[in-house]
């Protein structure tokens, strides 16, 4: 699987951030029922929930 990345994922203040190389290959999901680009992804780590925005 590949990964596209920018200098802004990484930003010194947020220093947790996952690099692609520490992601579990089990937590990575592919959006599939949007009908256009998503532009928005938000994770609740406490209830475990993805919300996504396309438009």
């Given at each position: 699987?590949e990964?596209?990345?920018s ?39 406490t ?9």
């Amino acid at each position: 699987m590949e990964y596209e990345t920018s200098n802004n994922t990484h930003h010194p203040h947020y220093p947790g951030n996952p690099t692609p190389n520490s992601l579990s290959v089990r937590r990575v999901t592919v959006l599939c029922d949007h009908e256009s680009e998503v532009f928005i992804c938000v994770w609740n780590p406490t209830h475990d929930l993805l919300a996504s925005g396309s438009g």
